[in-house]
């Protein structure tokens, strides 16, 4: 062993100096040597992230992504540097209000409220159904095409002078509207019919009324009925390309 001597002649053992701890890819004969806890030495040749993590750019750490195995919190939102990630059943999973980014690398907040900022579609799904998006132009959440935003969803827009016709009163018990699109105003809301229609929805979309399903022939004959709260093809119809095809006898 190497030794030095002190002033008074005992022999002390000389410190060996300690190498830094190797980086992501660099050289390693076990574990121990790697830089952190998320590493480990593969073939006891070079230093690797862990299944499930992913390099920093300064190889001098892991980044957990969602799915990864964890042991404690730490793993997933500390040494593992996912924000707004918990360790859930030894997996690292985003926290209730938030959702992965679809590489899995971020926890993304799911937004409350329409028009609130997002990066990617499934924050607004979350929240407003599946006729939500984020609109990559502005980076909000934005109802599709022929949908607006209802009760905190994103709900089919329809003509309400053909919704009308389909009351259980005759179309001429109620006085002609002009052509428009259902944009309630306080008169309808008024009115229990299109209290419901503004909680409408479509094919495999929830309710509690039939009239709440929206979904229409060529002959304008609904083919939805609400079914276990969820708006299905009626009898006489199929699901197929995400409508209702009407079933030809045989």
Same mark, same amino acid.
């Given at each position: 062993?190497l030794?030095?001597?002190d002033?008074?002649g @005992? ?5 060996i *100096? %300690? ?6 890819q ?12 998320l %590493?480990?030495c593969?073939?006891?040749?070079t230093?690797?992230c862990k &299944? ?8 001098d750490?892991?980044? $957990? ?14 040494i ?9 059943q ?9 959702v *992965? ?7 993304? $907040?799911i &937004?409350? %409220? @329409?028009?609130? *900022? ?19 132009s502005?980076?909000v959440?934005s109802c ?6 209802a ?5 089919v827009?329809?003509?309400i ?9 005759? *179309?001429n018990?109620?006085?002609k509207? &002009?052509?428009?699109t259902?944009?309630l105003?306080?008169?309808d809301?008024?009115? &229990?019919?299109?209290?419901?229609l503004?909680?409408?929805? %479509? ?7 039939? @009239? ?6 060529a ?11 969820v ?12 409508s209702c095809?009407?079933l030809?006898?045989l």
């Open positions: 062993m030794s030095v001597f002033t008074c @005992i022999v002390l053992p000389k410190a *100096p %300690t190498s830094p701890a190797a980086k992501i660099e050289a390693c004969s076990y574990d121990k040597d790697c830089v952190t806890d %590493t480990f593969k073939d006891q040749k230093c690797m &299944p499930g993590y992913e390099p920093l750019a300064s190889k750490g892991c980044q $957990a992504t969602e799915g990864a195995q964890c042991d404690t919190d730490s793993d997933c939102s500390g593992g540097n996912l924000a707004n990630s918990e360790c859930k030894n997996l690292c999973k985003c926290r209730d209000t938030f *992965p980014s679809s590489n899995k690398s971020l926890c993304l $907040a &937004p409350m %409220t @329409i028009q609130e *900022p997002c990066e990617e579609t499934l924050q607004c799904t979350e929240s407003f159904g599946y006729t939500s998006f984020c609109d990559q502005q980076h959440c599709t095409a022929n949908n607006h935003f009760n905190g969803k994103c709900v827009s329809v003509n002078d053909s919704l009308r016709h389909h009351r259980w009163e005759t *179309p018990s109620q006085p509207l &002009p052509q428009r259902r944009q105003d306080l008169e809301q008024h009115d &229990p019919y299109f209290y419901h503004s909680q409408s929805t %479509t094919l495999r979309g929830a309710c509690e009324e039939n @009239i709440q399903c929206l979904l229409y022939d002959n304008n004959q609904t083919m939805l009925e609400c079914v276990n709260s708006c299905a093809c009626k009898e006489g119809y199929k699901e197929e390309n995400n095809g009407k030809v006898a």
